[in-house]
């Protein structure tokens, strides 16, 4: 069972009797609760909201949103989530789309307080267990003249519609059987013969719905068109016994207590008829909010061809974490006031408030990454249980993107699952899935580098100096190679570098005031040269380390690849420096080691003990 959110509200322990399992509800005093919402528009009691699907698809990005808010209000005033599944249109019921709904929600984290498979007081949670109840319902509002039984034929009313249809005019209902005495109603009912049952509409009252405020047309129950007198007057119980989803959604959000509706604005023309349901069976109505159209960046609606797809594209085809597509749900049409966008599931239900914004919610995948990779970092640096799961898919992503023998070179009798840790925390930053993590920083799985040939990063036309001379780079580079290998960190290599004297490694000539006008200008001279120096320095290891490709920093790139593999790289790069020089005129001076044409061998002389060779 989930930890209570320990946030707003005090809770109190209950048994559900139907389950067994321990539950938590508010017990909130007002007081409390009306100090603490006053300014974020959230009810002053715990809320009890619903999220329900029907298992005619699988969850998909607008639907988690829903589901999110509804979880949220709850949880963010003490109140209750429920899970109901509308299954009352069973031709439409995809098999194994329940159950799918079910991990989907979990897999988000989005447990249900009361629902199928935890149950709870007012079950059963499934609309297709609840027949008994819709029809009871109907028959009280048959009873109180809110409703009656219509035996229209379908014949006659495909040949009433067609008649409107031709004349141009919308669909309706003439209200034929309404005149029907109770007696034969009740007579032809008692023999069998096939009939709905219709609400009676006394009219289509306004509503105030939490997101755009006072909605609704206030229509009148009829139409008096050109020809007929029209109305509308929905089916609530269709000919085999079975409700609408109209009906079926009202009694149940009564009966369960539901106060608080939050639902997609696609639901909105709906609602009228919702809240003259609730009017004619004397009931209050719970709070309406209508949460906007998720649309791409050319405004048209998420559809199948533009990543509304369920959530198995998110998490399993494009490695999303759950924490990243329930923060970037929340951010979809939800405005708050923090500093930054990037909250967890329990960061959010201390937050989450109805200030939702009405029109159309853009969506733009660039902030989903973004998210990735805060949440990726977020991950590596708590040790979460979800910094294992990330290990676990690099490893694999390695080992299906690399050869074998490939691996077995760089890791050098390292188990993959201690490679992978400090890699991922140094690059977490960039990470959005594990195929793509690898590919990225491909250079740390092989030892085989492709490196451009070198061009210097400081400017030939910047003074001072000119050129940085790649001797000088070279030497750096040896003075970083003399750390033994019990002192390879990347605190020491950090300490090396910064502290490595780039400016004597370049001027002619140490500054002073002979050359410059004050002691001032000498030692911003000596500032400039070693700026330059470390820039052309870190430039030239990025090369050598790892072809110049982006990734960890050069300390923690040193400490991966470990010492052996390290200065294998960087007597390899100074190779290659050395050979291109030979080769043509470089534009950076050389040393003199290196314009004599030195051996390989000689090269390496500097290393002496430290050579991965030796
Ligand atoms: N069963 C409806 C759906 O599939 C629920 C609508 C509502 O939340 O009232 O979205």
Redesign the pocket.
């Known amino acids: 069972m989930r930890r209570p959110n320990p946030g707003l509200f005090p809770r109190r322990l209950w048994i559900c009797t139907q389950c067994s399992r321990a539950r938590y509800y508010s017990v909130a005093s007002s007081k409390t609760i009306r100090a603490a919402n006053k300014k974020t528009s959230l009810p002053d009691f715990p809320a009890r909201t619903r999220f ?3 298992p ?1 698809g699988y969850l998909h990005l607008g ?1 988690l949103r ?1 589901a999110l808010f509804n979880y949220l209000l709850a949880k963010r005033t003490g109140g209750q989530f429920l899970l109901r599944i ?1 299954d009352t249109d069973q031709k439409r019921t995809i098999p194994g789309a329940e159950q799918r709904l079910y991990e989907d929600l979990q897999w988000a984290g989005l447990q249900w307080d009361e629902g199928p498979t935890v149950g709870g007081p007012h079950g059963p949670y499934r609309q297709s267990e609840r027949t008994a109840i819709y029809r009871t319902h109907a028959h009280d509002l048959i009873t109180n003249g809110h409703a009656y039984r219509c035996f229209c034929s379908a014949d006659r009313l495909d040949s009433f519609a067609r008649h409107r249809s031709q004349a141009g005019l919308p669909p309706g209902y003439d209200r034929k059987c309404a005149e029907l005495s109770t007696e034969e109603s009740e007579d032809r009912a008692s023999k069998g013969e096939a009939h709905v049952v219709r609400l009676k509409v006394e009219g289509y009252p306004m509503f105030e719905d939490i997101v755009y405020g006072k909605t609704g047309q206030n229509r009148s129950p009829n139409r008096l068109d050109l020809i007929d007198r029209v109305y509308d007057d929905p089916i609530l119980l269709k000919s085999d016994g079975h409700p609408t ?1 109209h009906l079926a ?1 009202v009694v149940d959000d009564h009966l369960m207590k539901i106060t608080h ?1 939050i ?2 604005t696609e ?1 909105m023309p709906s609602t009228p008829l919702h809240v003259a349901l609730y009017n004619a069976f004397k009931w209050t109505p719970p709070r309406f909010g209508h949460v906007p159209l998720l649309v791409d960046k050319s405004g048209q609606k998420l559809s199948k061809r533009n990543a509304d797809i369920d959530l198995t594209f998110f998490k399993d085809t494009q490695g999303v974490f759950a924490a990243t597509l329930v923060n970037f749900a929340a951010l979809l049409g939800w405005s708050h006031t923090q500093k930054s966008d990037i909250f967890s599931l329990e960061e959010l239900e201390q937050i989450f408030n109805l200030k939702i914004t009405r029109g159309n919610t853009v969506v733009a995948f660039e902030k989903l990454w973004f998210l990735q990779k805060a949440h990726a970092q977020r991950f590596a640096t708590k040790n979460d249980p979800v910094f294992e799961e990330m290990v676990s898919k690099v490893s694999k992503a390695a080992q299906e993107a690399c050869p074998t023998e490939q691996l077995v070179s760089i890791l050098q009798s390292r188990p993959l699952a201690e490679y992978i840790p400090p890699l991922l925390r140094a690059d977490a930053k960039s990470y959005t899935n594990a195929s793509e993590f690898v590919q990225r920083n491909s250079t740390f799985f092989t030892t085989a580098l492709t490196r451009p040939p070198y061009t210097p990063a400081a400017s030939p036309s910047k003074s001072p100096p000119q050129a940085i001379p790649m001797a000088t780079l070279h030497t750096a580079a040896a003075a970083l190679s003399l750390v033994p290998e019990s002192h390879w960190t990347i605190e020491t290599h950090k300490f090396n570098i910064t502290s490595y004297d780039g400016a004597s490694a370049i001027l002619p000539e140490e500054p002073t005031t002979d050359t410059y006008s004050s002691p001032e200008e000498a030692t911003k001279a000596r500032t400039a040269a070693d700026k330059t120096f470390k820039k052309e320095l870190y430039h030239y290891l990025r090369w050598a380390l790892s072809a110049s490709a982006p990734g960890p920093g050069i300390p923690e790139t040193m400490v991966i690849l470990g010492r052996a593999e390290a200065l294998r790289r960087l007597l390899e790069a100074r190779q290659m420096t050395t050979d291109m020089a030979n080769e043509s005129a470089s534009p950076t001076r050389l040393s003199k080691g290196a314009q004599s044409g030195e051996s390989q061998d000689a090269d390496t002389a500097w290393m002496g003990s430290l050579s991965p060779k030796s």
């Open positions: 329900a699907p029907s005619t639907s829903t509308e989803y959604n509706v639902r997609g639901w």
